[in-house]
């Protein structure tokens, strides 16, 4: 029987064997195994997303120094027409002045406006978020959430989760409000109701950042109007 791999599991991978192939006891015969690794891997980004590999410039170590996270390798890739611009590719994201003197005109490309700083910053963090976030949310599917019971919500993938559960449950109220008063017809207990109170407390807390959404208030707009 062959391993079932998901893709958020295949991105912790990649990021181990590109980042720190250590920890996986990989890729350490030599550092042009490592080299010929990123290579391969810019490669595949290029074919599905666009652009050329130039090839890998070796880390500048001396000697006995081995790479860390500071001292690595870089990738260097060219533009080419399969981009579909220049300003807003994968490649945009990082090193945003290495084609600063690249004009979409060269390769046939229409131009788009570049991400600002703040949008690459933005951006940036999502990605490297992603793969936690991903596995936060298969945990947070498999678990199985009393409404009515205190909980520790401490991230905004574990508030969603809770909303999700009080809409199913019929539950959900307006976050300002009393619990008490807005849940009446429900027959719910004191604790139940404290319990409520206490999580929905947490849901206001919350660092919403990076989730999309700005607030529990305008994640249930948007999924539970």
Same mark, same amino acid.
Request: glycine fraction near 4%; aromatic fraction near 6%.
């Given at each position: 029987?062959?391993?079932?791999?998901?893709?958020?599991?295949?991105? $912790?991978?990649?990021? /181990?064997?590109?980042?720190?192939?250590? %920890?996986?006891?990989?890729? $350490?015969?030599?550092?042009?195994?490592?080299?010929? *690794?990123?290579? @391969?891997?810019?490669?595949?980004?290029?074919?599905?997303? /666009?652009?050329?590999? #130039?090839?890998?410039?070796?880390?500048?170590?001396?000697?006995?120094?081995?790479?860390?996270?500071?001292?690595?390798?870089?990738?260097?890739?060219?533009?080419?027409?399969?981009?579909?611009? %220049?300003?807003?590719?994968?490649?945009?994201?990082?090193?945003?002045?290495?084609?600063?003197?690249?004009?979409?005109?060269?390769?046939?490309?229409?131009?788009?406006?570049?991400?600002?700083?703040?949008?690459?910053?933005?951006?940036? #963090?999502?990605?490297?978020?992603?793969?936690?976030?991903?596995? #936060?949310?298969?945990?947070?599917? @498999?678990?199985?959430?009393?409404?009515?019971?205190?909980?520790?919500?401490?991230?905004?993938? $574990?508030?969603?989760?809770?909303?999700?559960?009080? @809409?199913?449950?019929?539950? %959900?109220?307006?976050?300002?409000?009393?619990?008490?008063?807005?849940?009446?017809?429900? #027959?719910?207990?004191?604790?139940?109701?404290? @319990?409520?109170?206490?999580?929905?407390?947490?849901?206001?807390?919350?660092?919403?950042?990076?989730?999309? *959404?700005?607030?529990? *208030?305008?994640?249930?707009?948007?999924?539970?109007?």
């Amino acid at each position: 029987m062959s391993k079932q791999v998901k893709p958020s599991e295949l991105a $912790e991978l990649i990021t /181990g064997l590109l980042v720190r192939p250590d %920890l996986l006891g990989e890729l $350490e015969s030599s550092s042009e195994t490592h080299e010929r *690794f990123i290579e @391969a891997i810019g490669r595949v980004v290029t074919e599905f997303c /666009g652009g050329e590999v #130039n090839r890998v410039t070796p880390a500048d170590l001396s000697p006995g120094h081995k790479p860390d996270l500071v001292d690595t390798p870089y990738l260097s890739v060219f533009p080419d027409i399969s981009l579909p611009s %220049l300003e807003r590719c994968v490649w945009s994201l990082h090193d945003p002045d290495g084609w600063e003197d690249e004009a979409s005109s060269e390769y046939d490309l229409s131009q788009a406006t570049p991400y600002s700083p703040e949008e690459i910053d933005s951006l940036r #963090n999502r990605l490297r978020g992603l793969t936690t976030e991903a596995i #936060n949310a298969e945990r947070l599917a @498999a678990m199985d959430i009393d409404t009515t019971m205190k909980h520790a919500i401490t991230t905004a993938s $574990e508030a969603m989760k809770y909303i999700d559960t009080l @809409a199913a449950d019929d539950l %959900l109220y307006h976050f300002e409000d009393d619990a008490s008063d807005c849940l009446s017809a429900h #027959n719910l207990t004191e604790s139940q109701i404290e @319990a409520i109170e206490h999580n929905v407390r947490q849901l206001l807390s919350v660092d919403w950042a990076g989730s999309g *959404f700005e607030c529990p *208030f305008d994640y249930v707009i948007a999924k539970h109007p």
